[in-house]
């Protein structure tokens, strides 16, 4: 299945970036280890105790969480190295981000839950982990301020849903909306997209 | 039903008072939403979460979601006007608390829990989506430093548990508690009535 | 049951240093009281929500509730003589540490968990609230940043496992591992062991 090796690159990315932002804050290897499990799988945990869908994904699968946990003690030993691999990372995680979405509207898919969640889910997938990661570090986070993290994953989302109620194949109704959602990140990226800011300052509390 | 006027009135107005505390961080327009939509609905979730009471709220209901988002960004939009409603704000955040707590008790009475947690259940209802602002805006949380805001709530869900265990007739029982609740927190806002603090200060940690 | 002995003795010292944490923040009454719940019982509501392990030990035990809000407030009011008793909470936190700990690795078992997650739930429960304490006072949990909190947890739950495994007697298999994980800690505040920390500088992002 071509979705899970794109999952566990996705998971893999994450945990790599998450242990970089650990280092920016002098963590120890505990803490390393941890913000890279909670950024990598702490998306699909939200949606999952958020739907009651019972087991959690690490859970079921244990060994996601050594692999997470060993990639982001990689990176530790070889942050030197990773300085110059920041293009790249910035592509991994955008292929993770439309591989999570995707994911987590199958999810919501399979439990039957209306339009709104199912794409709510893919959302909370792609984005809650970074937004995790941002809390821990005691970030304003930064899905909230920046890039269009939040508009690629509702775009991916909402093309993959139109996808499967227009039945096309399986693999073009994924490949298809992901590829879109690639695109749209990296031209986010290249010419500094932004959402509009809403700057509001007054006097009373 | 009276109360479900009230709660959405209630959530309505938790969305615009957390766009405007979107707006003072100079969030974009995803974060304003996502804050929104977690300020008026995250006190009942984390509610159902800790209760096992699913499904939540707005995977039943998604329209609140929608709801609550589109109060936000119509609040960004006209945010120079909202300058003048500080007071109708206050207000309608009042109604929203004591709301809240009834319907976070009736919940609590519904699934056969003890006493105790009944009202902490209410008082979840009416709080953890303040806190939970405060958390993804990076403050300390207002409710543990400021306000009789928990005081009010848990008044309000004891004199409700009372009526109920008197047996009022059911819209007394409700509404008779929901008065007393608000009467409080205008008295507490108009002489800035607090609880007292625990200041400490040390040398060693 | 020895074990609860030790798990009232672990939630009550851990409310009192938490009430000192939320008086270092000045926060009120309410704040002190619910940072103590938080921080008592947070890691196991944690992993119960995690787990799908319904109901959370207040909800059954409401009386836990009122014991750390009661043992909070009472710390409130004598901090001056607290003062003193800095290395009696030292202790008394050790023992919570390696009492969640079995503690956790127990629900694990009885869930029939894998074994990754068995340690896991045991480490989570040890260590989550006090993470949850410092999230809400503002700060980068001391965890990822300090002292071998989380590794004792991990020695003791792995040591539990192991003698569960080599079917040691029940009380053996309990306070051996324990034992262990407690003089590990005292020797790491002793001797100010700390896990390696990963520093990292960049100029992107």
């Known amino acids: 299945m071509m979705l899970l090796i794109f999952y566990l690159i996705a998971i893999t990315a994450e945990a790599m970036t998450a242990a970089l932002a650990a280092g920016r804050r002098d963590m120890d290897w505990v803490g390393v280890c941890v913000i890279a499990c909670i950024t990598a799988l702490g998306g699909g945990s939200v949606r999952d105790v958020l739907l009651g869908h019972y087991p959690l994904v690490w859970v079921a699968h244990p060994e996601y969480l050594w692999m997470t946990a060993g990639a982001a003690l990689f990176t530790a030993f070889t942050a030197r190295m990773m300085r110059h691999l920041h293009k790249l990372f910035l592509?991994?995680?955008?292929?993770?981000?439309?591989?999570?979405?995707?994911?987590?509207?199958?999810?919501?898919?399979?439990?039957?839950?209306?339009?709104?969640?199912?794409?709510?889910?893919?959302?909370?997938?792609?984005?809650?982990?970074?937004?995790?990661?941002?809390?821990?570090?005691?970030?304003?986070?930064?899905?909230?301020?920046?890039?269009m993290y939040a508009s690629v994953s509702m775009v991916t989302g909402g093309l993959y849903m139109a996808a499967?109620?227009?039945?096309?194949?399986?693999?073009?109704?994924?490949?298809?909306?992901?590829?879109?959602?690639?695109?749209?990140r990296f031209l986010a990226l290249r010419f500094n997209w932004q959402m509009p800011q809403f700057v509001y300052r007054d006097d009373w509390k």
């Open 91 to 147: 592509a991994l995680d955008a292929l993770g981000l439309v591989t999570f979405t995707v994911l987590g509207c199958q999810i919501g898919i399979d439990m039957g839950l209306p339009v709104t969640i199912i794409l709510l889910s893919g959302m909370l997938t792609g984005c809650a982990g970074g937004v995790l990661r941002d809390i821990l570090c005691n970030d304003i986070p930064l899905l909230f301020r920046k890039e």
């Open 164 to 184: 499967i109620h227009y039945e096309l194949p399986e693999l073009a109704s994924m490949l298809v909306p992901m590829g879109i959602g690639l695109v749209l």
